[in-house]
């Protein structure tokens, strides 16, 4: 009876560890045997056959450059037991490389000392060392009270985004109507200069912000699908090429070794990893080169380096570089700025991609920042020896490879091989945005209609359909009055409205994006909007449908 009762006990718990993501573990130590419940099997992808009850069989599944810390970790309890917690990698239930945390505590049988026989499966307990505890996946961490604290801290922070985003757009936006339109006036270049300077700056603290927010109320969704590694560097590249200082810094890509083609990651977070990375790189570097370099990683995983010659950091410094609101030090916050929230951002996004971020640096000299992340199945993949020649080097004032926004045939606002000018619905409740946008548009030769709430773009859009004058794109803000912009882009989908729609909104991370997808849109321009995106989005959008 009693035999049944601890078998009905037993199997409880492993169905409330199988619920809850958790996995439980017992480790008898030296012999270093071990035992895996079901639930810790299935959140490593494993079965008896493939995971046996041995610390070597669980070794052998943990990233090999985390191998050596959790080996550590378990030998220290030999001499001094007590509580243990560890973060590693592992294959996870998708293939991929995920982060885990193991925590539990070691305790000495019947006094027993480090050398000590360990415990034998149905024998009575020998002296030695028993650890045991629990696996779940990283990300699980939750602090007492702390879910509901983050959840309402995202929403507010995504509320606030939106308020602060959207007014950026006619700060930012008419800054550079004034550098556009030139000026004699040196305290006027200056002026808008500065505003576009420091609105840049305030935009990048609100992300930051709002990405950390996110994460720690395990709100931020990451993708999996299949890029070109190459092709994500070259449009950070390309995208930072502005912040290189003059002819003093050279920034270069290259390859350490054949690299896969393609890759099954989340490009819009590998992106926004290393567009920090160089970013920083570039902003430390006065003068010599920022490198970066790629390399097919361990298993199926990829790396890529960025390597630069700048002012470097102190070892005793550097484990403040990954902490929020942290820095090398304080003089490097006077003299560069900078929130000290892009490196934690990015390590966390790293791990979530299943890799992670180290750093290697001498002062004085240049550091290197490397992030690693999983690449899913690399089998069949082929790989790429060679950059194309334009891509491997670059100094201020050299040729870009950018193409040009021009449309070869057409005037600068018609459609591709038309001379008529492109038909244009604002749906856009902000005043001063609207004027922003439209100057920006009729700049380049389009016709530009205007609604201020998603009814009115709805009614716009039948009549200028009945008049057979229909609109090639919609720009719809998301968050219109009386109809909000999704409800108004489904409502003109719905009544037959084959064009363009380009959605506005300050939230445009995954959630956001399916919702606006699925209701009909055809793609997303983030706020602040920035002109030449702008105008690029809607050629685009326009060459890519075809009113009726």
Not at 326 to 352: C, F, H, K, N, P
């Amino acid at each position: 009876m009693a035999d049944a009762t601890s078998q009905l006990h037993f199997d409880r718990l492993q169905r409330a560890l199988a619920a809850g993501a958790t996995g439980a573990w017992e480790i008898h130590l030296p012999a270093r045997r071990a035992w895996f419940s079901d639930a810790f099997r299935t959140l490593l992808a494993a079965d008896e056959r493939s995971l046996p009850d041995s610390l070597e069989a669980l070794e052998a599944r943990v990233h090999p450059e985390d191998v050596d810390r959790v080996r550590a970790v378990i030998d220290r309890q030999q001499t001094e037991p007590g509580r243990l917690e560890v973060e590693f990698r592992a294959r996870s239930r998708d293939g991929r490389f995920a982060w885990f945390e193991a925590i539990g505590i070691g305790v000495r049988e019947h006094g027993g000392t480090a050398g000590s026989a360990a415990v034998t499966a149905g024998a009575a307990p020998a002296l030695g060392i028993r650890l045991s505890g629990v696996l779940r996946p990283a990300d699980l961490r939750r602090e007492p009270g702390r879910d509901g604290a983050s959840t309402a801290r995202a929403s507010f922070l995504a509320a606030m985004s939106h308020e602060i985003r959207t007014p950026m757009t006619a700060i930012l936006g008419f800054a550079d109507v004034l550098a556009e339109h030139g000026t004699a006036d040196e305290v006027q270049r200056s002026a808008a200069d500065a505003i576009r300077r420091n609105g840049e700056h305030l935009i990048k603290i609100v992300n930051d912000i709002l990405d950390l927010s996110r994460i720690e109320a395990g709100a931020m969704a990451v993708e999996e699908i299949a890029v070109s590694p190459i092709e994500i560097v070259e449009e950070v590249v390309e995208s930072l090429r502005p912040r290189v200082r003059g002819d003093q810094v050279e920034l270069v890509v290259e390859l350490l070794g054949p690299v896969p083609s393609l890759i099954r990651t989340d490009p819009t977070r590998l992106r926004q990893i290393l567009l920090n990375l160089v970013d920083n790189a570039l902003k430390f570097t006065e003068r010599g080169s920022v490198r970066i370099a790629l390399e097919r990683g361990p298993g199926d995983s990829i790396r890529v380096h960025v390597t630069d010659t700048g002012i470097g950091i102190a070892p005793e410094q550097v484990d403040r570089l990954f902490r929020p609101f942290a820095q090398a030090e304080t003089s490097t916050v006077r003299r560069y700025g900078g929130s000290g929230l892009g490196l934690d951002i990015s390590r966390r996004l790293a791990r979530m991609l299943g890799g992670e971020i180290t750093v290697r640096s001498t002062p004085g000299r240049g550091s290197t920042f490397s992030v690693e992340v999983s690449t899913g199945p690399l089998a069949g993949v082929p790989m790429v020896t060679t950059l194309a020649p334009e891509i491997r080097s670059w100094r201020h004032g050299a040729a870009s490879g950018a193409a040009s926004g021009a449309v070869s045939g057409a005037a600068p606002g018609a459609l591709n091989g038309s001379s008529r000018a492109l038909r244009i619905l604002l749906a856009e409740d902000g005043a001063d945005n609207e004027r922003l946008i439209r100057h920006h548009l009729e700049r380049e030769g389009m016709q530009v209609a205007s609604a201020c709430t998603g009814r009115a773009a709805v009614d716009l859009t039948l009549a200028a359909r009945r008049r057979g004058e229909p609109f090639d794109v919609i720009l719809m803000d998301l968050g219109l009055p009386e109809m909000d912009g999704v409800q108004a882009t489904r409502a003109v989908r719905e009544a037959g409205f084959t064009g363009a729609i380009v959605a506005l909104t300050a939230n445009a991370d995954g959630a956001e994006r399916d919702r606006v997808v699925d209701a009909g849109a055809d793609s997303i321009l983030p706020k602040p909007i920035d002109r030449a995106r702008l105008i690029e989005s809607i050629r685009r959008a326009a060459a890519g449908r075809a009113v009726r």
